[in-house]
């Protein structure tokens, strides 16, 4: 009823207020309700309009309070009685929803306001209805330049400088395309600096709104990556192999002077154990090595290492421990080969009586830096140089200063080429750079602030900033001092070896002439004794044969063929005496018409044996004796139709031309002979069969090897029993 006394209530309103439809209509509608503000103007309002909908405090029973939403209109029953009709609906449970998605909003809104990250919100029409301030802070704009949007007026490039259109801006690109678009976009301000940032830009589907948009400023990120870039192409250009690696992922990084150096590389490098892959020989237990450089945090010194190719070379190394600021224990490796350098102190040491061993080591320590890739520059052996396109300095590394005496302060800002003896000729292998985009071992002097002088070879080669502009030239020095002073003891030592050859010459020419002698009394004094005993043994035999026994003709003829068989060698030692000591005659032989004379020669041995002698295209332009050749293919195909089988002698001769050299191949079809006699062959004397078997003195292949190796070239042979045998020599071409 209008004066709040209730007739009726269902069984909703009996469970909603606890109470019985007669305790509901007892109390009446001031017991339900609370009559505050919102209650008198309800009433105002249903007295005013008919009708209300307003949302009230209510009370149940237990005297508990709840919300509800109360529809209440005036109606005319058919007695004509003015009556209302209330509807009331408990929203307790809506209004707490309410009220939390009221706070959950409030705590987004604080975490956006409160993000380093800029965050903002464009309707349908692109107008920035929500931004935090990070977003104005990172594109350097107030809260008035963003609602009007004055960033709508700046030019967007990806990080190629290219300019982005309209519909590749992320926000127009997410609306149009309707997914997540993230992009790395650099934002020209008025004053045409750039501002680096990564855009990831989202529609929302379910809103009003067209898309949310998260800013990160990058430009911190990407200046370090272009430092980065800047290092890195500057290791590339050093001579050494410098790499990283750790005690639980291996090696890190791997340099171009490592690929050169080793053979390897990245993809077969990175991750792997380098002590393992390079083979390291350390001079001491690898555990206590280990443990020293964890104790020192750098460690120089050899090393052993061994390539791709298994080839061994020794090593100039410096290690260096660095802890990051992750905590991470990083070493960084730096290697440079000296083998060359290994071999040329050992063959000065040969030939130099008392010559010190030289070695340079170097014991300087450099200084643990913050930047990871500042180490790897600053352990480089080398002189390491940025230039400008000015020509002047802008960064060195402790080696620059090192050989000029300079400390960085003082290079820094200074031309290049007033630290040269020849700055002119420095100002134009800087302009070759420019031209040709690199050059390779430069020759130039460096000046020592105390007037040192140090020869260097340079390599250096351009580099380019992030639109692809060339900045500046990258140079790394390798001093070559030590490699000048061996340089100068060589030549040193080959003036003074003229005279000690002179000398040897006089010495060599003596002894010739003493062998000569030799070879007379040789010829006659030793022989003529061996003519009369077999004379006079042959002498007794013819006499006295009547008078003597079986045996004793046995034994007469027993000395007598000892006594030929010592003449036959003391003539093949005269030979071979002659072949070693007789003045060589060089000239351009023709081996076809070598062999041409050696059948000749052999003609009736090759006849009584029915042998084959062929042979393939041979040289025909060749400096060599050409006496002795003819003696040592005679000796060789001698000995092919002497061990022959119970076939016919077949003997081929071929050549064949590799690098420096002819290979000559003599083979046969003989006896052969086992693998264990094949060096013992060609030892003066040394025989494999005896006299009964074969003849011979055992000094033919001698001779052959002693004609070879005058020649300065080398002799084998490989042979398998019953099976032939194929002689090979060198001939220097």
């Not at 030939?351 to 030289?358: A, H, R, V």
């Not at 400390?407 to 302009?431: H, I, M, N, S, W």
Request: overall charge negative; aromatic content about 8%.
């Amino acid at each position: 009823m209008p004066d709040g006394s209730i007739l009726a209530a269902n069984h909703t309103a009996e469970e909603m207020f606890g109470m019985s439809q007669g305790e509901i209509i007892a109390v009446g509608r001031d017991g339900l309700l609370i009559q505050d503000e919102s209650f008198q103007a309800a009433i105002k309002e249903r007295a005013q309009k008919g009708r209300i909908k307003a949302e009230l405090i209510f009370k149940r029973k237990n005297g508990s309070l709840f919300k509800g939403e109360l529809t209440s209109t005036f109606f005319t029953d058919e007695d004509k009685i003015l009556k209302t009709h209330s509807v009331i609906r408990d929203i307790s449970d809506r209004q707490k929803a309410e009220e939390s998605l009221q706070e959950s909003e409030r705590k987004w809104r604080t975490l956006f306001e409160t993000l380093p990250v800029g965050v903002s919100v464009l309707d349908k029409e692109r107008n920035v209805v929500y931004h935090n301030p990070s977003l104005g802070k990172i594109l350097g704009l107030s809260k008035d330049d963003l609602i009007s949007k004055k960033f709508a007026n700046r030019k967007y490039v990806y990080s190629n400088m290219k300019e982005l259109s309209f519909d590749e801006i992320p926000s127009n690109k997410a609306f149009n395309e309707k997914k997540l678009v993230h992009e790395e976009i650099g934002v020209i301000k008025e004053d045409n600096s750039i501002i680096w940032t990564m855009v990831s830009a989202t529609p929302l589907p379910f809103s009003d709104l067209s898309v949310i948009i998260v800013t990160s400023d990058i430009t911190a990120r990407r200046n370090i990556e272009e430092d980065l870039k800047r290092h890195a192409a500057l290791l590339d250009v050093s001579y050494e192999a410098i790499f990283s690696w750790n005690f639980e992922d291996g090696i890190l990084s791997w340099n171009q002077g490592a690929e050169t150096l080793y053979g390897y590389n990245k993809k077969e490098s990175i991750g792997l154990n380098s002590h393992n892959l390079l083979k390291t020989e350390f001079p001491m237990d690898l555990n206590e090595f280990i443990e020293k450089l964890k104790k020192d945090k750098i460690w120089s010194g050899e090393l052993v290492h061994t390539r791709k190719d298994g080839k061994r070379i020794i090593v100039e190394s410096r290690l260096q421990l660095i802890e990051e600021n992750s905590g991470e224990k990083v070493v960084i490796e730096t290697n440079r080969d000296i083998t060359d350098r290994k071999k040329s102190e050992i063959k000065l040491k040969e030939t130099l009586d008392n010559l010190e061993e030289i070695v340079e080591e170097r014991t300087k320590e450099l200084e643990l830096a913050n930047d990871y890739n500042r180490n790897l520059i600053e352990t480089s052996l080398d002189p390491l140089v940025t230039i400008g396109p000015d020509g002047r300095i802008t960064d060195v590394n402790k080696a620059t200063e090192k050989v000029t005496g300079y400390l960085r302060g003082e290079l820094v800002g200074t031309d290049f080429a007033d630290y040269f003896t020849e700055p002119e000729k420095a100002e134009k292998g800087y302009q070759q750079v420019f031209q040709y985009g690199l050059v390779r071992d430069y020759p130039l002097e460096i000046r020592h602030k105390d007037g040192t002088l140090t020869p260097v070879l340079y390599n250096a080669s351009i580099y380019r900033d992030g639109s692809g502009e060339v900045v500046g030239v990258f140079a790394a020095a390798r001093d070559i001092t030590e490699r000048k002073k061996a340089e100068k003891e060589l030549r040193e030592y080959w003036e003074n070896l003229e005279e000690e050859v002179k000398l040897r010459t006089e010495e060599l020419a003596k002894s010739n002439a003493e062998l000569e002698q030799f070879a007379y009394v040789a010829s006659h004094d030793l022989r003529e004794p061996l003519r009369m005993i077999t004379s006079f043994l042959q002498l007794l035999d013819r006499r006295y044969s009547g008078q003597l026994d079986g045996d004793a003709h046995e034994f007469i003829n027993f000395a007598v063929d000892g006594a030929k068989r010592l003449d036959k060698m003391i003539i093949d030692l005269l030979e071979y005496s002659r072949i070693a000591n007789k003045e060589m005659m060089f000239s351009e032989v023709d081996f076809e018409k070598v062999m041409e004379q050696v059948n000749l020669n052999l003609n009736i041995i090759i006849y009584e044996n029915n042998a084959e002698v062929t042979y393939d295209y041979l040289p025909k332009r060749v400096m060599a004796d050409e006496s002795q050749m003819i003696v040592l293919f005679q000796n060789l195909v001698g000995n092919a139709i002497k061990y022959r089988s119970n076939e016919e002698p077949k003997i081929h001769i071929s050549a064949q031309k590799e690098k420096k050299f002819f290979i000559f191949k003599v083979k046969d079809n003989g006896i052969g002979m086992e693998s264990k006699y094949l060096e013992r062959i060609f030892t003066i004397f040394q025989r494999l069969h005896t006299h009964n078997e074969y003849e011979g003195s055992g000094i033919g292949l001698s001779i052959a090897q002693r004609i070879v190796h005058q020649h300065g070239g080398e002799i084998w042979v490989e042979s398998q029993q019953g099976k032939g045998s194929t002689f090979f020599f060198t001939i220097k071409i």
